[in-house]
């Protein structure tokens, strides 16, 4: 029987036990014929390398905050499914398909292009993610050194400009806390 090739009750006529893999074994053996995938083994390639912490990159997956739309809209990400030009090319074997990117035009249009490389969303759409983000990160330093007192959600914090507040008054010590400010640089 194909479908299982570890222990199962057909199994148990073989008379040397030694021919069972250990989990050890057999975990690796997954590993690798997943690695070795065109498409999905993109993962454990980027899990491997000797920057990325592993356990850090996986910890979404059990932490347990997130919606299960959510989840499943991330794990389709990783795992490469979205219906991007590329995947309609080379997955779903389209070969009719222009795999250029719809914005740019100039570069295969694939995850890791669309998130992070397309000139033509630099400007707006990673500029807006990064945005989305340091304003999470302001209110959050915010909130741990007291700047702030207001608890609402994420989405609908505006930061201020300058936060102030003196920690102590005879020694002058004050904790500042600036959002993005654009300055004119006037070189003449």
């Known amino acids: 029987m194909k479908a299982d ?17 250990t989990d050890e074994e057999y975990n690796n053996k997954v590993k690798r014929q997943w690695s070795q995938k065109a498409l ?6 980027d899990l ?42 080379h997955i779903l074997k389209q070969p009719d398909t222009d795999e250029l990117c719809r914005r740019c035009g100039k570069e295969s249009e694939t995850i890791q292009h669309i998130t992070a ?3 033509q969303l630099t400007p707006t759409e990673y500029a807006k993610r990064h945005d989305g983000l340091a304003k999470i990160i302001h209110q ?25 507040k003196k920690i102590s008054s005879c020694a002058g010590i004050a904790a500042y806390l600036r959002t993005k400010q654009y300055l004119l640089m006037d070189r003449t």
């Not at 090739?5 to 893999?21: G, I, K, S």
């Not at 999905?40 to 390639?45: E, N, V």
């Not at 990325?52 to 389709?76: C, I, M, P, Q, R």
């Open 48 to 89: 491997s390398q000797q920057y990325v912490d592993t356990e850090a990159s996986n910890k979404w997956l059990t932490k347990g905050d997130l919606f299960a739309e959510t989840k499943g809209f991330l794990t389709a990400l990783h795992g490469q499914v979205v219906l991007t030009r590329n995947y309609k090319k």
């Open 40 to 45: 999905r083994g993109r993962h454990p390639y």
């Open 5 to 21: 090739d570890r222990c199962t009750p057909l199994d148990l006529v073989r008379e040397n036990a030694n021919e069972f893999p």
């Open 140 to 164: 959050k330093l915010a909130e741990a050194a007291e700047l702030i007192d207001d608890k609402s959600p994420y989405y609908k914090y505006t930061p201020t400009n300058v936060l102030e």
């Open 117 to 119: 490389a397309c000139e």
